[in-house]
Every structure is written in C-alpha cells, then in structure tokens.
C-alpha cells in the first residue's frame, strides 16, 4: 500500500514539474506561447496564478502532446523524452467512462 501512495505522489510530482518545465520552454519560445495564449484564452497576466491550478496543468500538457512536432521542439529543448512527456500527461487524464464520453 505504502509503494502505490509513494508511487502516486511521486507521479504526481514529476507531472507537476513537467508541466512547469512546459511552462518555462513556452514563456522563452514567444510564437508557441501566442499560439498556446490564442489556443487556450488564457491571458499572459493570468498564467503566474493559473500555475498552481490542475486543469491549468493539465492544459498545458495537453498543448504539447496534442501536437507531435511541438511535443518533439519540447524534448529536444529539455533534453527529456517524449515517453516521459505522456506519462504526466497521463496523471492530469480523467478517465472515460465505458460510454467513451469524458
């Protein structure tokens, strides 16, 4: 039981630090960051609250996965592997329900 929680929270954590590794690689990448801006709605100003926010996370990842080559731009820049990238990606997922809906 004690591996699972540490399993967990360590997933947890290495999802949160590759979100805010997103979040760092978009704000030194202006024309990514304008896309990921015009993409989400989410305003330059709101972006240093919104970091402490799941969904907010979790969007962020979204925008890299979502899109292979810019998924690729990332892990060349950070030197990390796109395996790592889907893993976070994967703890923010809510699962689908047996519907396929979300």
Known sequence: MRDKLSTKASSKEHAEQTAIAVLGWLAGEPD???RFLSLTGVEPGQMRQ???DPEFLSG???FIVQHEPTLLAFCAATESQPQEVMAAWQHYVKPALDSGEF
């Open 60 to 62: 962020m990842l979204d």
């Open 50 to 52: 919104a970091i402490n």
């Open 32 to 34: 990514m960051l304008g």
